[in-house]
């Protein structure tokens, strides 16, 4: 796991200006990486030596009027080849290519025994396995052999063309764009794991996006293939992009999201894997026995495990002694010849402490278990420091014990496994399971209907609907029930307004302001009324659920949601939230779900072995079941959460009315004032709970913050 960052200028900088400023851009990721640093850099165009084939040298060697300066900054956090063998940036052995790069490729020694010839190995760092696959096998086939994780930046001396690629689920972030100076058509090129090393770079001068904000405040994180600054972009999973150095000096940067299959202005961008053909072709060769399918997936998801268990510095797992993190353990103890090290947070509030059942799980499976008991104190402690380890706003809750777990972890191990993932391959939130069970019994009401029931249903207080939760969820066959019963039916209650189809209504579910559109200010501190924008028809920015479906795979609304939710949750939240909270950490954590080998099998799974009998994730608990007794499992999903709405209301009332403040908003000129205003006042009144609203507003307030005192301060 490490950091890097870099970027192509047409300044007129020495090589040793442009590679002092690589360095200064990396060094802001120091928590990525903090064994080693390097740095490397050029001025182009330049000639090639006649190693290469005639054929390349003939057609891409022709001199450029354009002048352009590259350079790469690296910080290295060691997991595989401790020594300076796995230094980065890295040379391939001909000189044709430079890499850096962040994650693991889990099957590098196999790719090597698949390369030609003979070759005088460095070291066994897997870094310096892609560099031998991309001269022998081309970079799209290399990328096509991985299984793992990664972020590459790669620099062909050939074609004088910088590669960008993300791995197939988007495990590894990679951002992109142009930035510093007023001339459109002079900004450099820029590109690294984590905005703070973009605001680093001189100049620096990108805006607040607006689209990008209005889709923060629906959906809580900013999604690909935005990121909160105007100009610049997520590069999507599964992708690569292509920069021809000379020919984007002189041209006008995109000011909106380059998406696969276009090219514009030496750039071009092309999916080398797709989630979308996954579904369609497990569809087409699905699992035909129960019997098979849990064969098949314990094989597999062993396979991962093992696979990524294999470190050369010490490892250990998350554990919340839920399906998918005990699933995991279970599967490494039968691989380890010791205890795993696993550990888990454990909260005073009751409702959302999860540690006894963590506790139970790890002492049935023998593990070395390590517990710590966090106070509310404790946990508020960590919200100043949220902006800087997410850098760009984000406003999952959960990303606080995330990170306290993941620092909790690394007192002891630098290598965390994690169960995420497993929710969406295997049907395993609630939504997939309630959504078209509401919407069967609602879809005859006419909608005004639906409004009045929503409104009642919101005038029973909490504590009423926690009290009949049980009976009431009687009402839905086999359902094993919902944890904080009355927080969800005030949720559902709210969804209601706006939803005509299931479509609307997965829109809705993940969802937080549900008009987002009529809260943030299109024009800064413009003179438009509130009142005259909520009488206008606003439109939102497109994003990637927007996007077609698969033709096939899709056909049952369960199957549509997880889709959808491996394409635009999984990444934005689930996996950004782990990354960024193990990186503030200097913690590299792996996923196993997302070998993409399992990934692939998961989708051949008919849905009937995913949610069977109202519970999701039927074959993975199967394969648990051979390892952990039911007893320890089986109940009601609650999630990683925490009582950010008490909290509101209490020890953090003071902190979140200055960021709320009228006046502050009103100048700042993001938001229009009174809509939140109104929900802090309800909120505070104790009789609604606004607090994912409200997060996501003080999220964003915290990071802007933080951000212009930086900027003061360059």
């Not at 560099?131 to 990664?150: N, R």
């Not at 990008?212 to 100009?231: C, D, G, K, Q």
């Not at 199967?622 to 959460?641: C, H, M, S, T, W």
């Amino acid at each position: 796991m490490c950091g890097f960052a870099g970027f192509i200028t047409d300044r007129a900088e020495t090589l040793d200006k442009l590679e002092s400023i690589a360095a200064s851009m990396a060094s802001a990721i120091s928590s990525r990486g903090p064994d080693d640093e390097g740095t490397w850099g050029a001025v182009g165009p330049r000639e090639f030596s006649q190693s290469f084939s005639n054929a390349e040298t003939q057609s891409k060697n022709k001199k450029s009027a354009s002048k352009y300066g590259i350079a790469f900054g690296f910080r290295r956090l060691a997991i595989l080849e401790l020594s300076n063998a796995g230094h980065q940036p890295m040379t391939s052995e001909s000189g044709r290519y430079v890499i850096v790069f962040n994650g693991e490729i889990y099957n590098h020694m196999e790719l090597r025994a698949l390369l030609p010839g003979v070759i005088s190995w460095r070291g066994h760092s897997d870094t310096e396995t892609l560099l031998a696959c991309f001269e022998a096998f081309g970079v799209e086939q290399t990328l096509k052999k991985t299984i793992g994780m990664f972020a590459v930046a790669l620099w062909d001396e050939v074609l004088q063309t910088l590669f960008l690629t993300r791995d197939r689920i988007g495990e590894k972030p990679l951002y992109y764009g142009w930035t510093g100076g007023t001339n459109l058509c002079s900004r450099s090129f820029v590109f690294g794991s984590e905005l703070k090393a973009l605001r680093v770079f001189p100049q620096f001068d990108n805006q607040v996006s607006r689209d990008a904000l209005t889709l923060f405040m629906r959906f809580s994180y900013v999604p690909t293939p935005y990121s909160i600054y105007e100009e610049i972009f997520k590069l999507e999973p599964g992708c690569l992009l292509s920069i021809k150095a000379s020919e984007i000096i002189g041209t006008s940067p995109l000011t909106s999201p380059l998406r696969p299959g276009a090219v514009s202005g030496g750039l071009s961008m092309h999916r080398w894997w797709s989630l979308a053909s996954v579904v369609s072709a497990g569809t087409q060769n699905p699992i035909g026995s129960d019997a098979q399918a849990i064969q098949m997936l314990e094989e597999r998801l062993s396979d991962s495990v093992m696979l990524q268990s294999l470190a050369d510095v010490p490892l250990g797992a998350f554990l919340s002694g839920g399906v998918d993190s005990s699933t995991i353990v279970a599967l490494m103890q039968t691989h380890a010849k010791k205890p795993v090290k696993t550990f888990t947070i454990g909260f005073e509030e009751s409702g959302f402490d999860e540690s006894p059942y963590a506790k139970a799980v790890a002492n049935h499976l023998h593990t070395d278990h390590t517990e710590l008991f966090v106070t509310s104190k404790e946990a508020q402690n960590v919200i100043p420091d949220l902006p800087n380890f997410y850098d760009e706003p984000f406003a999952d809750p959960s990303q606080i014990p995330t990170y306290l777990v993941s620092k909790l972890a690394k007192k002891q191990v630098t290598v965390a496994l994690s169960g995420d993932a497993g929710d969406e391959l295997f049907g395993g939130y609630s939504r997939y399971i309630w959504a078209s069970r509401i919407w069967s019994r609602l879809d005859w009401m006419p909608y005004a209907a639906r409004l009045a029931l929503g409104k009642s249903i919101k005038q029973v207080p909490y504590g009423a609907w926690d009290f009949f939760g049980s009976s009431l969820t009687s009402m839905f066959d086999n359902s094993k029930g919902v944890v904080r019963f009355g927080e969800k039916a005030h949720k559902l209650a709210h969804r209601l307004s706006g939803v005509r189809n299931l479509d609307d209504l997965y829109v809705n579910l993940v969802s937080e302001w549900q008009d987002p559109g009529h809260v943030v200010k299109r024009n800064g501190n413009s003179d438009e009324s509130l009142d005259a924008l909520m009488r206008q028809e606003r439109t939102e920015p497109f994003c990637l659920l927007d996007d077609k479906l698969p033709s096939v795979g899709v056909e049952s609304h369960q199957l549509q949601m997880m889709y959808k939710d491996s394409m635009t949750y999984l990444p934005d939240d689930i996996l950004c939230k782990v990354d960024r909270a193990g990186m503030a950490t200097s913690l590299e954590t792996r996923v196993p779900f997302l070998d993409h080998r399992l990934v692939e099998l998961a989708w051949r799974l008919p849905l009937n072995m995913k949610i069977r009998d109202g519970q999701g994730k039927w074959a993975l608990r199967q394969v648990l079941y051979n390892f952990v007794p039911k007893e320890l499992i089986d109940r009601p999903k609650a999630g990683f959460a925490i009582p950010i709405g008490q909290w509101l209301r209490g020890p953090l009332r003071q902190w979140a009315q200055e960021l709320l403040e009228t006046e502050r908003i009103e100048s700042e000129g993001f938001f229009y004032s009174k809509p939140i205003k109104d929900i802090w006042s309800q909120h505070l009144s104790g009789k609604y709970d606004h607090a994912g609203k409200l997060w996501s507003v003080l999220m964003f307030q915290s990071w802007l913050e933080q951000t212009s005192s930086m900027r003061k301060n360059l």
